[in-house]
Nanobody, 123 residues
Framework: QVQLVESGGGLVQAGGSLRLSCAAS????????MGWFRQAPGKEREFVGT??????YYADSVKGRFTISRDNAKNTVYLQMNSLKPEDTAVYYC??????????????????WGQGTQVTVSS
């Protein structure tokens, strides 16, 4: 069982930055691929990016602006968001899936989810 708790959301102006954190419980954190997803008002939840061992993969909409990293000693994964746009406004979720050779982008592949943290980007 893995429990995930996101933090770091808030209100930021367009062009600004935020760093989200996702703290995980459990002693096997390093064996999980970690993903970030987001859900904007009135839209379905969508893939943002994932980190699996040292490999990262991002949605085209955030590539070059967002960076995922992890600190296995702290059981924490981060989402650094730069050059934020109003269309980045959403509830951001972290999720965990068993590590795999395959890049996990589908929500159905992730077993554990956090409660989400709101990010609002004003224009």
């Amino acid at each position: 069982q893995v429990q995930l708790v996101e933090s770091g959301g808030g209100l930021v102006q367009a062009g600004g930055s935020l760093r989200l954190s996702c703290a995980a419980s459990g002693r096997t954190f390093s064996s999980y691929a970690m993903g970030w997803f987001r859900q904007a008002p009135g839209k379905e939840r969508e893939f943002v990016g994932t980190i699996n061992w040292g490999y990262t993969y991002y949605a085209d909409s955030v590539k070059g602006r967002f960076t995922i990293s992890r600190d296995n000693a702290k059981n924490t994964v981060y989402l650094q968001m730069n050059s934020l746009k109003p269309e980045d406004t959403a509830v951001y979720y972290c999720a965990a899936a068993p590590s795999s050779l395959r890049t996990r982008v589908a929500q159905s592949e992730y077993e554990y989810w956090g409660q989400g943290t709101q990010v609002t980007v004003s224009s």
